[in-house]
Structure formats: C-alpha cells, structure tokens
C-alpha cells in the first residue's frame, strides 16, 4: 500500500513540475504588440520615415516602449491596401495591452511629442499622414524572437 501512495505522490509532483514548466515557457513569449500602418501624405513617406528616425521613436523608448521595427515597403499590394509609395509600417511592443495604454498616454502626453507630431499634423499645410491602421496582436508561440522592454 505504502507504494502505491509513494508513486501517486511522486506522480502529481512529476504532473505540477511539468505544468509549471509549461507555464514558464509560456510566459517567455513577449506581451502584446501593435501594427501601425500609415498612409502618409502623396510625397511624404519618407518625411514620416525619418520623424520616427530622429525623433518620435525616442519618445516611445524613453517611456518603455519597445520599437521592434520600422519598415518601407517594397512592392504596392491594392488587394491588402498598401502602396509602395506612400505607405509606413512599424511594429511595437509591450509587456501587455493594460501597460501600452499606460506607456503609450506617457508617451503622447511628453511636451517633445506634442511639438514633433501632434503641432505638425494639426496644422493642414505640414501633417504627413493621411490615415493610420492599428492592428492589436499578441505572439502564437515562444519562436518569437523579441525581448520586450519589462
């Protein structure tokens, strides 16, 4: 009798190891990311482009904000909407959805963002963008490869 209890014990021991084990490969998988794309303005991607280059993806650093990438395509796509040449793409990334909201206010109410974006795209005559899509994602397994900011 005494082996019986002795291997239902180390059973559920091997059972709750191997679901924690699980749980922790689960949880290296990065958060929660975003996917921003941009129609700029006819003739000013490449404007938008280096904005983020020297100013705006700073701004998101600063506040724990994890710029994964920032992209031109290279072919027009009309069935998906994308056109080569007016068109921005950039990704970024964060712990969960609950601190995007909190980083990106952060990030939005900076005094240097107000005066790089918001002052530039109120005023009709400067603004790059035409429109912005935002596609909320989270990663389908621990093969991605990022390691977002905690």
Same mark, same amino acid.
């Given at each position: 009798? *005494?082996?019986?209890? *002795?291997?239902?014990?180390?059973? =559920?021991?091997? /059972? &709750?190891?191997? %679901?924690?084990?699980?749980? +922790?490969?689960?949880? #290296?998988? $990065? /958060?929660?990311?975003?996917? @921003?794309? !941009?129609?700029?303005? $006819?003739?000013? #991607?490449?404007? *938008?482009? +280096?904005?983020? &280059? ?5 701004? !998101?650093?600063?506040? /724990?904000?994890?710029? %994964? /990438? ?9 069935? *998906?909407?994308?056109? +080569? ?14 601190? @995007?909201? =909190?980083? =990106? ?5 900076? $005094?240097?963002? &107000?005066? %790089?974006?918001?002052?530039?795209? #109120?005023? $009709?005559?400067? @603004? =790059?963008? %035409?429109? &912005? ?5 989270v990663p389908s397994g621990p093969q991605t490869a990022v390691t977002i900011t905690p």
């Amino acid at each position: 009798m *005494l082996k019986w209890k *002795l291997a239902a014990v180390i059973g =559920l021991m091997t /059972g &709750a190891g191997g %679901v924690a084990w699980g749980h +922790a490969q689960q949880q #290296r998988a $990065p /958060g929660f990311y975003e996917l @921003r794309i !941009y129609k700029a303005q $006819p003739g000013k #991607r490449d404007a *938008l482009a +280096a904005r983020f &280059a020297t100013r705006t993806a700073g701004t !998101y650093a600063r506040h /724990g904000i994890t710029n %994964v /990438g920032y992209f031109i395509p290279q072919e027009t796509d009309k069935e *998906l909407g994308i056109d +080569a040449d007016d068109t921005f793409i950039y990704i970024r990334g964060y712990p969960s959805k609950a601190e @995007r909201d =909190l980083r =990106l206010k952060a990030a939005h109410d900076d $005094p240097e963002f &107000a005066e %790089v974006v918001i002052k530039q795209e #109120r005023d $009709p005559d400067n @603004r =790059l963008i %035409v429109k &912005a899509h935002n596609i909320d994602m989270v990663p389908s397994g621990p093969q991605t490869a990022v390691t977002i900011t905690p």
